[in-house]
């Protein structure tokens, strides 16, 4: 099945959208017992969505379509399949569901594309089974699917501590407008912290004062001062696995961005424009540069998860 945005849903089907996330800051710390690094980070989620559809099936099954469908698995790991079979085991339900996944947000591409699929999967499943699971049940399953996934259910603009799966709400004024440089060749999330681990032989523990002028930023809906204080400890081991990455940095500087990340894990490269005008003049320069396999525009923050047709 190839679902688009705009087809009529089948009978019974839930349609919801979840948004992608930049990093606005990411600060990482020692690496500890459990194999995840405890963080500080300022997540926004931005106008980049995923859509997931849940209809009607007599088995558990996923399928995906959108630019990059193909690196998508559609096996058991599928974290939106995972999500079901974990709403379907929470709530004693014994229906199968099909979700078909319309892929926005670029895969393995730092924006927690997965995740958006994963929070977009719980809220979908609760809608279609009437499960009416609680916020606080999606939330912890939703923590169990990965890090990043509590905060694409819950969307805006948050603080994320622990693995980054313990949020905090966030104050933020006005919308920032975004152009970002995509690449075909993505990064694996595990082996981009490993290489933070290579480079940095001594990391302190973290505390959250860094961030002073980033939340005054926000709160002043300032882009000229957030983007003075974006911030990612995971830039250099990205750059060090995916040396090409310096070239959007550097082109985005050049179209005049307020400033340049790279977003999380990476390899996409986030530059805060000055409006949405100057956001698709500097996706046309990362275009013109040919540094990027696509490029993007959108808007932050957006809203989480949401049921947007069917309930
Ligand atoms: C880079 C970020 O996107 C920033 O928000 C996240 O930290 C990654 O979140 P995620 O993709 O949901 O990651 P998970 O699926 O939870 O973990 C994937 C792998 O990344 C590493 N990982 C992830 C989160 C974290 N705080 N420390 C880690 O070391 C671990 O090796 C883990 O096995
Ligand atoms: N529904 C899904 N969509 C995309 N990738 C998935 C999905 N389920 C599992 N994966 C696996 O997860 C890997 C990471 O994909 P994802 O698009 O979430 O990366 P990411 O955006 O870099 O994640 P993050 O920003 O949260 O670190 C993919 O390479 C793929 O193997």
């Known amino acids: ?42 997540f926004q989620a931005v106008s980049v969505y995923e859509e997931v559809v849940a209809t009607p099936a007599d088995v558990f099954g996923v399928s995906a379509s959108g630019p990059q469908a193909d690196a998508v698995p559609t096996d058991e790991s599928n974290l939106a399949l995972r999500a079901a079979r974990a709403v379907a085991e929470r709530a004693g339900v014994d ?20 995740s958006a699929d994963a929070a977009a999967a719980l809220v979908a499943c609760d809608a279609f089974w009437g499960t009416g699971l609680s916020r606080d049940d999606l939330l912890e399953l939703a ?11 819950v969307g805006h603009t948050a603080v994320g501590q622990g693995r980054g799966h313990l949020l905090t709400p966030a104050l933020s004024r006005g919308e920032f407008h975004w152009a970002f440089a995509v690449q075909d060749r993505g990064l694996s ?4 912290y490993e290489a933070y681990d290579g480079l940095c032989t001594q990391v302190e523990p973290l505390g959250d004062e860094e961030d002073v002028p980033l939340m005054q930023a926000l709160l002043a809906g300032d882009a ?16 060090e696995l995916d040396p090409g990455l310096t070239e959007p940095l550097a082109v985005a500087t050049d179209a005049g961005a ?23 003049a500097v996706a046309a320069a990362f275009t013109a540069a040919g540094v990027a396999d696509r490029v993007l525009t959108a808007s932050g923050p957006v809203p989480g998860a949401r049921v947007v047709a069917g309930e």
């Open 258 to 280: 307020l400033g340049v990340v790279v977003s999380g894990s990476g390899p996409t490269v986030a530059a805060l424009a000055r409006s949405r005008q100057h956001a698709l």
């Open 95 to 114: 229906d199968a569901v099909h979700l078909h996944l319309v892929k926005g947000v670029p895969v393995a591409g730092g924006m927690a594309g997965g």
């Open 1 to 42: 099945m190839t679902l688009t945005p705009f087809d009529d849903l089948p009978d019974r089907a839930v349609r919801v959208r979840a948004p992608g996330k930049v990093n606005l800051s990411l600060r990482v710390g020692p690496r500890e017992r459990d194999g995840y690094h405890q963080v500080v980070t300022v």
């Open 143 to 153: 923590a169990e699917l990965g890090s990043d996934v509590p905060f694409s259910l």
């Open 224 to 239: 000229a001062a957030l983007g003075a204080a974006l911030h990612n400890d995971l830039e250099s081991a990205a750059i």
């Open 189 to 192: 999330t595990a082996a981009v």
